[in-house]
Nanobody, 126 residues
């Protein structure tokens, strides 16, 4: 059973940076899609970035491309999301998610993921 635990959220001013972490356990040796999603109040959950665990292909939402970077530690498998140039629109509850994958790239449809963390809050405000 895959388990995910996010950390690293907080409050930051516009233009600032945060790095989210997701500790992952229970992954098998096969390829997985590992992704970050976010959900703001009254909005639907949206994909932010995704990474294939074996092929290391990355996918980003247009709204964060060039500002956010998804990566994974080779040492312990922790998933990261480095967020730079943060904007008030980035304010949301951020989740990490995982799903077995049989393709080189990962999509960011929430229905494709079956393991989720509890979320960590990111607030961008002056």
């Amino acid at each position: 059973q895959v388990q995910l635990v996010e950390s690293g959220g907080g409050s930051v001013q516009p233009g600032g940076s945060l790095k989210l972490s997701c500790a992952i356990s229970g992954l098998l040796s096969e390829n997985y899609c590992l992704a970050w999603f976010r959900q703001a109040p009254t909005k639907e959950r949206e994909g932010v970035a995704a990474l294939s665990s074996v092929y290391r292909r990355t996918t980003y939402a247009d709204s964060v491309n060039g500002r956010f970077t998804i990566s994974r530690s080779n040492a312990d498998g922790t998933l990261f999301l480095q967020m730079n140039s943060l904007k008030p629109d980035d304010t949301a509850l951020y989740f990490c998610a995982a799903a077995r994958s049989f393709s080189f790239t990962c999509n960011m449809m929430s229905t494709a993921y079956n393991s989720w963390g509890q979320g960590t809050q990111v607030t961008v405000s002056s």
